[in-house]
């Protein structure tokens, strides 16, 4: 399974940006998908999740009103929409699979996904 994120780039605080992750490979499996974000220094933290169906969702508090997780799974994508961007959301954002349908819980730690992405450079400038 590969996962190919895009989508990032620069904007200015209070746009918008949409990234994508496509992912590849053994896509007849069930994945969860998520969104983490890192700076330097940091941890990786997470940012959103959604379920196999895109029935359920979950964000962090940061971001919840400002961004939306979705996927197409006719074109084996998932989505994050960023609106309302702060300086603060700058950060490489990395896309995740996880098997399972998430039917029960959506994990928020990214040591429960199993494939990752190459990270995409998002930069809010103030």
């Known amino acids: 399974v590969q996962l190919q994120a895009s989508g990032g780039g620069l904007v200015e605080a209070g746009g918008s940006l949409r990234l994508s992750c496509e992912v590849s490979?053994?896509?007849?499996?069930?994945?969860?998908m998520g969104w983490f974000r890192q700076t330097p220094g940091k941890d990786r933290e997470f940012v959103a999740t959604?379920?196999?169906?895109?029935?359920?969702?979950s964000y962090t508090d940061s971001v919840k009103g400002r961004f939306t997780i979705s996927r197409d799974n006719s074109k084996n994508t998932a989505y994050l929409q960023m609106n309302s961007l702060k300086p603060e959301d700058t950060a490489v954002y990395s896309c995740?699979?996880?098997?399972?349908?998430?039917?029960?819980?959506?994990?928020?730690?990214?040591?429960?996904?199993?494939?990752w992405g190459q990270g995409t450079q998002v930069t809010v400038s103030s």
């Open positions: 995740a699979a996880r098997y399972g349908s998430g039917a029960v819980t959506l994990p928020a730690t990214q040591d429960r996904y199993d494939f």
């Open positions: 959604i379920n196999a169906y895109g029935t359920r969702t």
């Open positions: 490979g053994r896509t007849s499996s069930s994945y969860i």
